[in-house]
């Protein structure tokens, strides 16, 4: 090989750099649409309204509406408001402090939680094409839960009489209900003030 010549990452170029960058433009206005009108609610002329382009121009990138949800979906799992997989990293006595934490993030990411919000919700609804994946986002959240309060349990952190199993349900569910209504109120309603009560009661750990 030649000195002047190196191996490195392909880079994609020309027309295939533009098509990214237009992917990226889309999901992100279907982000946008989908999070205050729902997948049913915002139709693919509100989503090319947002940056110019004709609802052609989104099914030659997605081939369906029910393609551009998934790969909203998709996209945004990365920066997933409920993702607690960092239980495994720490002590059980961190647990609860890691919860307000990423509490307190979330309150930077309103559209992120809306989003979820909106469209988890309406996936209950009959053939919604995000059915699936809220099914499996919510049994792989309340399972961590699980595992974070049992964990707790474990090291005798829960008040007396929790059960670790009660308590991930419990807390998972008041996450869930008071972020929708910090939605509607985010001036009075405190998610992270609302989650430290709750942990107080369930755990002896010092909030």
């Known amino acids: 090989m030649p000195e002047n010549e190196s191996v490195g990452p392909t880079r994609r170029r020309g027309p295939y750099r533009k098509s990214d960058a237009r992917r990226r433009e889309i999901i992100d206005a279907a982000f946008d649409v989908f999070a205050t009108a729902g997948f049913r ?6 989503i090319g309204a947002r940056i110019g382009i004709d609802p052609s121009t989104i ?3 997605f081939g369906s509406k029910e393609n551009l949800l998934l790969a909203v979906l998709e996209d945004k799992q990365t920066r997933d408001a409920h993702s607690f997989a960092v239980v495994d990293d720490l002590s059980p006595e961190e647990i609860p402090g890691a919860f307000l934490a990423l509490a307190e993030r979330n309150g930077a990411t309103p559209g992120l939680i809306s989003l979820y919000a909106v469209l988890s919700a309406e996936s209950t609804t009959t053939d919604h094409p995000g059915d699936d994946y809220f099914r499996r986002r919510t049994e792989e959240t309340r399972a961590a839960f699980r595992i974070g309060f049992r964990r707790m349990a474990d090291g005798g952190l829960l008040a007396p009489g929790v059960d ?3 308590a ?9 209900g008071i972020q929708i209504h910090w939605l509607i109120d985010p001036a009075t309603v405190r998610v992270t003030d609302a ?3 709750h942990l107080r009661v369930i755990t002896t750990v010092e909030l």
């Open 164 to 166: 670790p199993d009660y």
């Open 168 to 176: 991930a349900t419990s807390t998972f569910a008041l996450w869930d």
């Open 59 to 61: 099914l030659h990138h």
């Open 195 to 197: 989650l430290r009560a």
């Open 41 to 46: 609610g915002g139709s693919l002329k509100d």
